[in-house]
């Protein structure tokens, strides 16, 4: 396995998102951030969790997992392993919070929203690939159901998108694959809505504790890569056809 | 979505495989039966179980599994239900032993074979589609290890494959799917091996039980449509190619 | 421990049930097939499962375990190994699938039959044996019910019973004891009803693929055996006394 | 279901022990006091546990449970439920210790005595009648192993049974019955050696606080109905015939 | 660690209790006796466990666990070991046996006593030293909502205590600390009301059997240690200070 | 419960640590944040996980649970819950790299280091409180392995604590109580080293994203807050005596 040509530090890695892979959800997305690959999937259904206050609307829950084969090494399953895997509910989380920080759940009453992020091939960034995917599987959901009458108004009210960022000898390097992942000193997931604020920023100095200098840096980079990457949403979310796949 | 056009009762769902879909294990293969679609991963790794007599050489096992987003309803993880699947646990230990009988385990001493199926979208016959894949990602591991001396023979001893078999209003119908699986009065699925003979057969009156002439009827029927898989198969198992999705 | 006389290969090893060996079930009988002995009890309780959709009348469901001393090594409980029994799960469907397969669940409306089968001692075809006592079980509860007027009619539509035929050195042997089972090339278990009709086949080639030929022959001999075993059940169904056990 | 005849308060019921009734443990007996039936198996394995110290010899381990049919509304399975049956685990441990009290553990070294005892009939005073069964079970089991040299000298150094008693309406009752421990003010589980001292004493007040009066009353009377048992386990253990059962 | 000084065989350790070392629950104490430290916490809240008969009135529970830090070598948490800890459970069933042994649940109808006792510091008597702060965390807990007119009466009938007792080198010593019951040749824990009768008596012999000698002098010990204690439960009991921890 | 007086925005809560407040551990403190209090132990231990890599010298991990009675309403165990909290998980996750990254492992060869962080009351900030603390036992640990000649050098290679910071109707809080996070409209945890770099830094908008400069001033306010922090610590660390409570 080759990659093609290197990128720059401040580079996103080729970035698109395929819809329709699957039939039945409501929006299904398959995401691509170089080599890493998300199948997104969102379906919206009657009722939501009993400990929800009445006063909330709706609510919007996710779930993220690995398929076996999306490692070097065969990923274990949870269930075979007959543990929670506490990575998977951290991520599984952080989205969670991310998408639901862009939903006015006023508008959804008693549906719930499940966002499931399965990664078919991992190569660094999945928990920030996942993000970009789901967001993109959400509006098409929520289009779907618009357009079937079922939702009145568009609850979304932000665009998405998040990247990583690390500093790998010294330097800031933005969407990091899995290589340069497991070298970096600092690691860092940073998430934007489409008007410039933060949602949700986890920086951790894996090696060694970082400066605030290398702290602003990281945080410019993740913004340009994210208007990058809202901008790309954008064009697959407004695609016409629903872009199911066909019976071959 | 819709069904392009109605199949005879004799003849299978447009059947395909698709390989290389995953980078990183031995041997990947997307099966395609109708709508069904299963993604199948094959890693041979060191080590064998702990209990395998010394005796035994290798060792070949099987995961099955269900994407939230294959079913039309959302599809709940087991490890969300806190407990295992029933469903899942049976059908894995039917595509492992169907994948032990055409395997000389001898031939492939201190290793294990892990065969992985998880199903993209679900339309009826996901167990026979995740055997016909498996068989196929297993061909190809194999032959990438045989290319690499990291094997010395080859140790599948025939081809292998599946097909689902139901009895609905009285009449012999060959692989089902989802809509006519849920009306069918009985349902079967037979494993054959490519010189004919049987691996295994599951037969259950699930409406009312089956006269021994409509049961023969059935095993008729099966042997045509696992041969064509198996011309199918063929074909792809030995495609030049390693088949490896290019970056984007 | 020795087996008085060698069986013919398409002989039953002795049957017989023996009835009221616990006092608080509805039905209660040890069945007994050579060496294998079952413990089968059937409650029949108010209520349903949650998920039945209300159409459908009553349920019947079954468990299945072996007691510690059944077997030649300890058994180990599920409950101190932690983890569910893959295989136990199995049969417990099998045997569940059969009982319904000849009940009308309309006439048990609100109520659900419990059928319960312990291995006391495990010498081969514990399934088969299970199967065979829990129809006498059912039916012996169902007449208590009937005399006691808390059911207006039978829900039995059928008599069952099952037997396991096994290939050997390449003949077809009825009945096997646990010696034999694990030396057989394939191995078949087969549910018919009183009429003549299949149930359930399930048949696996544990040690080879097996032909057309051999698995007609098999069908045949165990056409023969049921037919046999279900004399039996109906003798002691049809006993008047209750059965039950004296205080010594 | 009638009780024959009553029983006075300082008597036990009808005590009685059938061995023989497994084929495969290397002791196993049928215990039975009045209405409760226990099955006690003992099997005496090579390998101690892992955190035993070296010089401790052996081990013996015992296991409690109760099937299903054993209780007048259906008995629901730990494995189903799900989670560990606190009651089951208390029992067994009084068990394991009552037992381990008359064992010289460095006689049997290297290997592990595993107890199990399944209650078939449940009718007060299961955890008694499964001592009174386990012993002699044990003693059976270290007779064959004696006999066929894999053991050089008896482990076992004193005999040892238990009875239940309680407080009724004021006054102290023996062995009491599922109805009557129902009922009981307070509820006592004695265990002694055949030497008449004692292993266990567990006495609770389930109703009301008692005085001292009543208990030593109560371990009296315990003292007595134990000498009884004891005398009833002499004679069983010294049956000379296996006891096992025939072929039917 | 020094032991100031050698306590003789027939007195107490040194005997404390400090409430309101927490804020939120209603009646919260450290117990103290010798080097064993109990954190005892009482919640009074609505609701009962769905299987109480409606005429029961309330309920009251007990959990008990031993902090990390508690033991010389750390103490595994039973959420990390992946299993019910069988020790605990049956300490939190005596111990709530107990509680509710002078509880009328009558007085508290549909509420539930929440009893949690935590080991700050294990030395030895950790269940019966939880079970005296136990009773006096309830007693400032009733007498809290008592005063808030949340409860119209007095539900505890009695006053209650526990202490241990064992059996060394033939003599017998109350209140063992961990040194001492590890080479105890019996141990015994009783509990009992203010009034002198018994609630609780656990007599095991540990290293051997015990007379009925030794077993008379130890639960006359008991009596006496048991009065003091309660002398000094009453003293905390009455205090006019709610006694909670100020800020720093 | 009263609050004595209100801190200002800019202000941490009063802040201490106890030392010695359990016998066993090699370090213990009761770390106080207002009226958030922590039960913090260290346990230094031969041996290191499995999976550790042999060149990596030692290891470190953290566990945090909180107790029942540390809550307003009793906090359910969750051992009783039956699964894992993902909350629970989350944090000790944190605590652990933080750790971790003040630590030089390999001058630990062999051993594991245990922190166990147990809230005894918790009033927000229970995770950067337990770093707080977990730092101070760890350090007086270390000290006492030190004087014991059982470390050769101090593994410790900077000093640590951690701040929460909120944004509250627009303005910037430090170090939130329990009413005040939840309802800040973003929630950060800082974890900064005595040098003054960042080892995490976790940001969420919890009701709304944030904008840059507010987070700016958040990561301004918590620099100034854990230098203070750390000068309490070193207080307590360099404090002569051992610190261990005495016999009451």
Same mark, same amino acid.
């Given at each position: ?16 998102? @395929? #819809? ?24 919206? @259904? ?9 006063? &909330? ?7 993220? !997992? ?26 599984? $989380?952080?989205?969670? $919070? ?5 939903? !006015? ?12 992020? !399965?990664?078919?091939? =991992?190569? /660094? /960034?999945?928990?920030? =690939? ?14 779907? *159901?618009?357009?079937?009458?079922? *939702?009145? +108004? ?22 990091? !694959? ?15 809505? /489409? +008007? ?5 920023? @986890?920086? #951790? ?16 980079? =993740?913004?340009?890569?994210? &208007?990058?990457?809202?901008?790309? @949403? ?6 016409? +056809? ?7």
């Amino acid at each position: 396995m080759k990659k093609c040509e290197t990128k720059k530090d401040d580079q996103l890695r080729p970035v698109s998102f @395929q #819809t329709g892979i699957q039939e039945y959800p409501d929006g299904s997305v398959l995401a691509v951030m170089g080599m890493t690959r998300i199948i997104c999937s969102v379906f919206i @259904q009657e009722g939501v969790p009993k400990w929800l206050p009445d006063e &909330s609307g709706g609510w919007a829950t996710c779930e993220y !997992d690995m398929l076996p084969g999306s490692t070097t090494q065969r990923n274990i399953r949870d269930s075979s392993r007959g543990r929670v895997n506490a990575r998977s509910a951290d991520i599984k $989380r952080l989205i969670g $919070r991310a998408m639901r920080s862009v939903l !006015d759940l006023k508008k959804i009453p008693g549906k719930t929203i499940w966002i499931d992020c !399965d990664v078919l091939q =991992a190569d /660094g /960034g999945t928990r920030t =690939a996942s993000i970009n995917g789901a967001y993109v599987a959400l509006k098409r959901a929520i289009k779907k *159901l618009l357009s079937e009458k079922k *939702l009145k +108004s568009d609850p979304v009210t932000d665009s998405l998108a998040a990247v990583s960022v690390g500093i790998i000898d010294g330097k800031i390097v933005m969407d990091l !694959d899995y290589e340069q992942d497991s070298r970096a000193e600092a690691d860092m997931n940073i998430v934007m809505t /489409g +008007s410039g604020r933060f949602v949700e920023v @986890q920086a #951790t100095g894996e090696k060694r504790p970082f400066t605030k200098d290398e702290f602003l840096q990281a945080i410019e980079m =993740a913004g340009k890569g994210i &208007s990058q990457i809202i901008k790309k @949403q954008e064009e697959v979310i407004h695609e016409s +056809s629903p872009g199911h796949v066909k019976q071959k």
